[in-house]
């Protein structure tokens, strides 16, 4: 009988979790990125505008931005509902930034990297031939950033790569650091540990290392560097700590398993010695 169940059982338990599925599917798109798009009139009419006016739709589908539901009127101001209305100033419409406008233009939702920038050789030189930020990360086709944008062709332009390059490798150094550890973290989360207290001091170097390079000053560069690698170390030590204990409960349990087989293995004798039949 158990077995002829079974089938059934496990088409009941399939079909069930592909409805789930689609449920989720269908549910997605309806309440994300998709509606928005479709109802936002800046898309709608600049994606079928020819040249400079369509060419910013195109190059933004796919970015950073877009995935993170920032549309053209998250930057540009107006009003994304209201075709005859949607560039009036009186709806917010800012237009698009002047060269020396556009750190404050990105830093408005980038306040940190705003704040390091304006500090920076490369704020101060800002409008006498520094570069802004779509210098290096473009203005529509913005991607994740990483030190990859560090490299030769980006970066002389301007300057010599040198001071270009001791930032990158300094970088480059924590940054395997952290991915490392993030592994490690993983590793042992897996295993129930409870991972709470170096995810969170994971998070605080990760956000301190990131704001680091727009300053583009390489001592601070290095300074930090060491203060960001002390505080990767103490977590290393932490995980070692995690490590050890493993080890200890695996030997524990070994050595458990080993004294239940002893045991069993004296119980057997002695039940064997006073079975015996009396001679
Ligand atoms: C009905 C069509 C239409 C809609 C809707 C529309 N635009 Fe435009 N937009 C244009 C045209 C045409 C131009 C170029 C001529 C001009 O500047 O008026 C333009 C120009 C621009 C510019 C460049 C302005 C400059 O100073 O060079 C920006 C930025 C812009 N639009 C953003 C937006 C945003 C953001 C929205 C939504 C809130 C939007 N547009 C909605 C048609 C539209
Ligand atoms: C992350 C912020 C951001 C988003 C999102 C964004 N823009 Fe822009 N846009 C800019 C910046 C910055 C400039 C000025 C570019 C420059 O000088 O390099 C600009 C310039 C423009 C221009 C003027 C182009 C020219 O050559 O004169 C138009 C038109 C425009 N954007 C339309 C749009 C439309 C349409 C969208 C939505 C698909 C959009 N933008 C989304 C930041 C943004
Ligand atoms: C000289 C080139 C350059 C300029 C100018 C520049 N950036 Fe960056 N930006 C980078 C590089 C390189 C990284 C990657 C750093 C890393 O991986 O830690 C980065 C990282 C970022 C990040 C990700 C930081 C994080 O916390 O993960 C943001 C956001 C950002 N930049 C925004 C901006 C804004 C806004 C401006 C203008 C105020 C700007 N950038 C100016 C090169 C530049
Ligand atoms: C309306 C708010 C807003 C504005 C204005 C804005 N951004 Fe962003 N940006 C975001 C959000 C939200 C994300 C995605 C979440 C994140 O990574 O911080 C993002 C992500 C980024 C990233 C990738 C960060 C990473 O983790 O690697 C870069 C680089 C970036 N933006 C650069 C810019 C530049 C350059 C401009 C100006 C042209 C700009 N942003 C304007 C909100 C904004
Ligand atoms: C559009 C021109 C331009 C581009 C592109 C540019 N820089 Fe600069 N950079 C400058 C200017 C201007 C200065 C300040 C004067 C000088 O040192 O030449 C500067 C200075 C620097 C300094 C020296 C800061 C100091 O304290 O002396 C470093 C480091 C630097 N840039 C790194 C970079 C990196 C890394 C990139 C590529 C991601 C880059 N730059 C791309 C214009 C640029």
Redesign the pocket.
Known sequence: MRQRNLPVQTTYWLMMIWLLAAMVLVAKPGQGAAAGTAENVCIQCHGKLPGKYGEPVRLWQGSIHAENGIACNSCHGGDPRDAANAMSPARGFLGAPREKDIPAFCGRCHVGVLKDYLT???G??LG????TCV??HGNHRVSKASLE??NEK??S???GFK??ET??VAMGATENRILAIDARIAGVKQKGVDTDRLEKGLFAVRNRFHSLFHT???ARVATESVLLQSELQKLDDLLMGIDEVQRNRKLIGAFAVAGALLAALLAYLLRKTFDQPET
């Open positions: 920076s050789q490369h101060k030189a006498k031939g520094g570069p210098t290096c944008l560090i980006n970066c332009r301007c300057h001071q270009a930032i990158k583009v000053d390489t």
